[in-house]
């Protein structure tokens, strides 16, 4: 005899269901985006002070955050791509009077613009809750080292090659 559910069983909220889905996005991303994503979003960091942290390039860590911030925007969309892309860049210290100019002149240059733009800072705020989620044990803010076991399983790896090379050889 099999046990059927419940016919009252709890059903996850659309809120719910949402953040489940931008965490699933978010896990999937590489490490280091994450490791970016959560720097800048949870412990509140500019992108000077991770790129100092993470030994990055500015540009290194516009990138990441515009690829973080890709898992909450509808895919395919291009202006919401745009959006983000600007969103991104105006947080960088990098952006010249010229980029701010060229911000303006999009952002009044259609009222979709304008709508994209205030979407995006919705969707950024939507990804607070997952990204505490994901960051919760901390595992962010350990540093390179944090990132690629792998890296480090190589390294021990190469180290023993070169105990037993020199092993053999003594």
Known sequence: MSRLLPLEHPTPSRKQA???????GLKRLPRRVQQVFLL?????LDF???????????LSIERNMNRALQVAQPRGDVLASVAGQWYVRLQSPDVTSCERIDFRRWLDAAPAHLQAFHDTELRWRSLLAPARELGQDGWYRQGRAAIS?????????LGLAALLLFGYWA
Do not use: F, M, P
Request: proline share 0%.
């Open 48 to 58: 000077t002070s991770i790129a100092k942290r993470l030994e990055l390039s500015l």
């Open 149 to 157: 076991v792998g890296g480090c399983s190589v390294a021990v790896g």
């Open 18 to 24: 949402a953040d489940n889905e931008l965490l699933y």
């Open 40 to 44: 800048n979003r949870l412990d509140q």
